[in-house]
């Protein structure tokens, strides 16, 4: 082959720096197995067969598990009925497809004390899981958390009794972007401990219920209350009695609109009796403020922590930097941005406007090598896989911040989500020309493409089928590229699924050809010959398709065109000798005229050895005592053979890695004791050539295949050729004492 704002309610995350977590490991191998851990209910749902008690928190790890590797549905919900030995504290079930039935049966016999149910898809709605969770006593008196972001409000079948103040112990409670009036706000306003508040993207018009709540309610969100209707005085009236309140967000995600501060903004600023206990206030979105505005504010608020200033105007001056105590999210520094990014991931315009900020900044500013921003980028594009503006901005400062050396030295585990990430933004937006190119961009990495664990082949794929839909001769460059070096670190099996694509094979060629009717000789024709060279590997199908499509008519154009060339004609002789190597195809391969010509390749003083090498491996599988019958003239192939004997015992090898094998197996019949000599010669110095490339790596192979006996009956066999005795006696010198020293 050729060579500290919202964050998920219950996400254990691990160290990206570090290795993985035995427990995570564990529950990962369970999610990915759990059909055979399981016998199946009458109603299609899994129960584990046999299951001992797991601690509390590793119960809660193993459906977070199933979350993030999207596993998670009513199917495999199932598991959690046996509360005997799955008991749940803290779930998180945001995004996932699960109706309201699954929910009851599962999760509310358990004394839950934190839920996040948020964009839950299908039609389960906030009734449906009020019901549920209210028809257990225990989850009644032990919830304190819940958060139903982005859900239907009712369903058809709503019970008008349900209510929320009858979860007596919440004290935290997200019902952003549901259609919550008023009547349901003075519902929740009436719990007794509630001390955190997200009304955001609600009905709601009058915020007087929230009076009830002066003595306890710490936090208030309260973004996107389109609906409001209330003076601005009213506004502030019940703002200044909310005497324990120490985080307010007002902030606004309309910045296509005019968006000038409202009164009741600017006058929080200009009144500091309002509010002292305030620790965070969040305005973004609101332009038309400046520095000078802040500073009474913060000087008779000492124990302010953070400020939402992006898209304001505001944040220039060093003491609204975000470098000490208090925190800024803004535009006008790093510091501010990953306080944006960090607190808006949930909020795409705004999510936006930080990412398009920083895009700006690291294309004007060197910031070194930044993994905490790139991890930043990828979780808003995790978020928001299907907002065309995020990807579009996001891929691109992904580019900026791993572009050169800066990915080398960064949590390869990292990279690896970040690239995952990639193939799923080009996979979403496949006619997106540009998203397509910014993330080929960032895939066009050396130390990305060899070192970083993630799918090569879905990624190879992805980028093929990208390939196949534009000619934009810039991306058709970037694509060949990462296809060539990403089929060259894929698995015999792995090659074998992706070159039966016949799309592919096709693409690559029709490049080939492209390429070569304008006698380019540049880095698109060469990373597309070496793509067609791996994907055809020992892979018989590939090599069937590549005849199919007139591949040996063009591939012995190139032959005579590029003679000059070497690289070329390596890369082209490298995919001929793939073909050989399939015995029901070598009758297409007998051609007087194209054998000659690569016999005149095999033994001429002018070409490199390379050249010469995949000559003769072309010949030696068709000359060889296996396979069809030799059907054109005799003395040819004697003179083949001849040739070949001759040719091989002169070669020297070059200084250079000049090949890589995944497996020695197309080898193996070359050796037989009743090839001719020649033929044999061939396989020997092929197995000579890496061996001594990499004795280590090549021994193991040898061994683990069986290599070693046929090497062993070429040296006992007294009728072998000499020069092969001696060959193969030199590769087992070699070999043996490294297999000794490892055992």
Same mark, same amino acid.
């Given at each position: 082959?050729?060579?500290?704002?919202?964050?998920?309610?219950?996400?254990?995350?691990?160290?990206?720096d570090?290795?993985?977590?035995?427990?995570?490991?564990?529950l990962?191998?369970?999610?990915?197995?759990?059909?055979?851990?399981?016998?199946?209910?009458?109603?299609?749902?899994?129960?584990?067969?046999s299951?001992?008690?797991?601690?509390?928190?590793?119960?809660?790890?193993?459906?977070?598990?199933?979350?993030?590797?999207?596993?998670?549905?009513?199917?495999?919900?199932?598991?959690?009925?046996?509360?005997?030995?799955?008991?749940?504290?803290r779930?998180?079930?945001?995004? /996932?497809?699960?109706?309201?039935?699954?929910f009851?049966?599962?999760?509310?016999?358990?004394?839950?004390?934190?839920?996040?149910?948020?964009?839950?898809?299908?039609?389960?709605?906030?009734?449906?899981?009020?019901?549920?969770?209210?028809?257990?006593?225990?989850?009644?008196?032990?919830?304190?958390?819940?958060?139903?972001?982005?859900?239907?409000?009712?369903?058809?079948?709503?019970?008008?009794?349900?209510?929320?103040?009858?979860?007596?112990?919440?004290r935290?409670l997200?019902?952003?972007?549901?259609?919550?009036?008023?009547?349901?706000?003075?519902?929740?306003?009436?719990?007794?401990?509630?001390?955190?508040?997200?009304?955001?993207?609600?009905?709601?018009?009058?915020?007087?219920?929230?009076?009830?709540?002066?003595?306890?309610?710490?936090?208030?969100?309260?973004?996107?209350?389109?609906?409001?209707?209330?003076?601005?005085?009213?506004?502030?009236?019940?703002?200044?009695?909310?005497?324990?309140?120490?985080?307010?967000?007002?902030?606004?995600?309309?910045?296509?609109?005019?968006?000038?501060?409202?009164?009741?903004?600017?006058?929080?600023?200009?009144?500091?009796?309002?509010?002292?206990?305030?620790?965070?206030?969040?305005?973004?979105?609101?332009?038309?403020?400046?520095?000078?505005?802040?500073?009474?504010?913060?000087?008779?608020?000492?124990?302010?922590?953070?400020?939402?200033?992006?898209?304001?105007g505001?944040?220039?001056?060093?003491?609204?930097?975000?470098?000490?105590?208090?925190?800024?999210?803004?535009?006008?520094?790093?510091?501010?941005?990953?306080?944006?990014?960090?607190?808006?991931?949930?909020?795409?315009?705004?999510?936006?406007?930080?990412?398009l900020?920083?895009?700006?900044?690291?294309?004007?500013?060197?910031?070194?090598?930044?993994?905490?921003v790139?991890?930043?980028?990828?979780?808003?594009?995790?978020?928001?896989?299907?907002?065309?503006?995020?990807?579009?901005?996001?891929?691109?400062?992904?580019?900026?911040?791993?572009?050169?050396?800066?990915?080398?030295?960064?949590?390869?585990?990292?990279?690896?989500?970040?690239?995952?990430?990639?193939?799923?933004?080009?996979k979403?937006?496949?006619?997106?020309?540009?998203?397509?190119?910014? /993330?080929?961009?960032?895939?066009?990495?050396?130390h990305?493409?060899?070192t970083?664990?993630?799918?090569?082949?879905?990624?190879?794929?992805?980028?093929?089928?990208?390939?196949?839909?534009?000619?934009?001769?810039?991306?058709q460059?970037?694509?060949?590229?990462?296809?060539?070096?990403?089929?060259?670190?894929?698995?015999?099996?792995?090659?074998?699924?992706?070159?039966?694509?016949?799309?592919?094979?096709?693409?690559?060629?029709?490049?080939?050809?492209?390429?070569?009717?304008?006698?380019?000789?540049?880095?698109?024709?060469?990373?597309?010959l070496?793509?067609?060279?791996?994907?055809?590997?020992?892979?018989?199908?590939?090599?069937?398709?590549?005849?199919?499509?007139?591949?040996?008519?063009?591939?012995?154009?190139?032959?005579?065109?590029?003679?000059?060339?070497?690289?070329?004609?390596?890369?082209?002789?490298?995919?001929?000798?793939?073909?050989?190597?399939?015995?029901?195809?070598?009758?297409?391969?007998?051609?007087?005229?194209?054998? $000659?010509?690569?016999l005149?390749?095999?033994?001429?003083?002018?070409?490199?050895?390379?050249?010469?090498?995949f000559?003769?491996?072309?010949?030696?599988?068709?000359?060889?005592?296996?396979?069809?019958?030799?059907?054109?003239d005799?003395e040819?192939?004697?003179?083949?053979?001849?040739?070949?004997?001759?040719?091989?015992?002169?070669?020297?090898?070059?200084?250079?890695?000049?090949?890589?094998?995944?497996?020695?197996?197309?080898?193996?019949?070359?050796?037989?004791?009743?090839?001719?000599?020649?033929?044999?010669?061939?396989?020997?110095?092929?197995?000579?050539?890496?061996?001594?490339?990499?004795?280590?790596?090549?021994?193991?192979l040898?061994?683990?295949?069986?290599?070693?006996? $046929?090497?062993?009956?070429?040296?006992?066999?007294?009728?072998?050729?000499?020069?092969?005795?001696?060959l193969?006696?030199?590769?087992?010198?070699?070999?043996?004492?490294?297999?000794?020293?490892?055992?």
């Open positions: 082959m050729d060579e500290d704002g919202p964050q998920s309610l219950c996400g254990p995350g691990e160290d990206e570090g290795p993985p977590s035995l427990s995570g490991l564990c990962e191998c369970v999610c990915r197995n759990l059909q055979a851990l399981c016998s199946v209910r009458s109603d299609g749902s899994l129960q584990l067969s299951c001992p008690a797991f601690p509390q928190e590793l119960s809660d790890l193993l459906i977070h598990t199933l979350v993030q590797q999207g596993l998670l549905n009513d199917r495999t919900l199932g598991v959690f009925r046996a509360t005997e030995c799955l008991r749940l504290k779930v998180s079930i945001r995004s /996932c497809r699960l109706s309201a039935d699954a009851r049966r599962a999760l509310c016999s358990h004394r839950l004390k934190e839920l996040d149910a948020s964009r839950l898809r299908g039609d389960i709605t906030v009734s449906d899981i009020l019901q549920g969770l209210l028809s257990n006593q225990q989850c009644r008196q032990s919830l304190q958390r819940l958060t139903l972001t982005g859900l239907d409000l009712l369903s058809s079948s709503s019970d008008p009794s349900l209510r929320f103040s009858s979860l007596r112990a919440l935290s997200g019902v952003a972007w549901t259609q919550l009036d008023d009547s349901g706000l003075e519902d929740i306003c009436s719990l007794p401990v509630l001390d955190s508040l997200d009304i955001s993207g609600t009905a709601v018009t009058d915020l007087t219920p929230l009076l009830n709540l002066k003595t306890h309610l710490c936090s208030l969100t309260a973004h996107g209350l389109h609906h409001l209707d209330m003076s601005t005085a009213s506004l502030l009236s019940i703002l200044s009695n909310l005497e324990q309140l120490r985080q307010l967000d007002i902030s606004n995600d309309r910045l296509d609109t005019e968006s000038e501060s409202p009164a009741v903004v600017l006058q929080l600023l200009e009144r500091p009796q309002i509010l002292p206990a305030l620790e965070s206030l969040d305005v973004s979105g609101w332009s038309g403020l400046s520095d000078a505005a802040w500073k009474p504010f913060l000087e008779v608020r000492r124990g302010m922590r953070f400020l939402g200033l992006l898209a304001t505001a944040g220039a001056s060093d003491f609204l930097s975000g470098e000490g105590n208090l925190k800024v999210a803004g535009e006008f520094n790093l510091t501010q941005l990953c306080e944006a990014l960090r607190r808006y991931r949930e909020r795409e315009v705004l999510l936006q406007r930080a990412l900020h920083l895009h700006n900044l690291t294309n004007q500013l060197d910031i070194g090598s930044q993994p905490d790139l991890k930043l980028v990828c979780a808003g594009m995790q978020t928001h896989s299907r907002s065309v503006g995020v990807q579009l901005v996001s891929t691109a400062c992904v580019f900026n911040l791993t572009n050169l050396e800066l990915a080398v030295g960064m949590p390869l585990r990292l990279l690896g989500n970040v690239v995952q990430q990639l193939i799923t933004t080009m979403n937006f496949p006619n997106h020309e540009q998203i397509q190119k910014n /993330c080929l961009l960032a895939l066009c990495s050396d990305i493409l060899q970083v664990p993630f799918n090569r082949y879905e990624a190879a794929k992805q980028v093929m089928t990208c390939l196949s839909l534009y000619e934009d001769q810039t991306l460059r970037m694509s060949v590229a990462v296809v060539s070096l990403l089929v060259s670190k894929l698995s015999v099996e792995e090659i074998g699924q992706l070159g039966a694509e016949e799309f592919i094979i096709k693409q690559l060629l029709s490049i080939v050809q492209q390429r070569a009717s304008m006698g380019a000789v540049d880095s698109t024709l060469k990373f597309a070496s793509a067609l060279w791996n994907l055809t590997d020992e892979t018989p199908k590939a090599c069937r398709i590549f005849l199919q499509n007139q591949g040996l008519e063009l591939y012995t154009e190139l032959l005579e065109t590029y003679f000059f060339d070497s690289s070329v004609q390596q890369k082209v002789l490298g995919l001929l000798n793939n073909v050989a190597e399939v015995e029901d195809l070598h009758e297409r391969l007998m051609e007087e005229d194209l054998l $000659k010509y690569i005149a390749l095999l033994h001429s003083p002018v070409v490199e050895v390379g050249v010469s090498y000559a003769g491996g072309i010949l030696a599988n068709l000359t060889s005592s296996r396979g069809p019958e030799w059907r054109l005799a040819l192939r004697n003179t083949i053979l001849n040739k070949l004997h001759s040719s091989v015992i002169s070669w020297t090898p070059p200084d250079h890695e000049m090949v890589s094998y995944r497996s020695f197996q197309p080898f193996y019949p070359l050796l037989d004791c009743s090839q001719p000599s020649g033929v044999q010669l061939w396989a020997l110095w092929g197995i000579q050539l890496v061996v001594r490339q990499s004795v280590s790596d090549y021994s193991t040898l061994e683990n295949e069986g290599g070693l006996h $046929k090497l062993r009956d070429l040296t006992s066999d007294p009728s072998i050729h000499t020069d092969v005795h001696s193969a006696l030199n590769i087992l010198r070699v070999v043996e004492p490294q297999l000794q020293n490892c055992s």
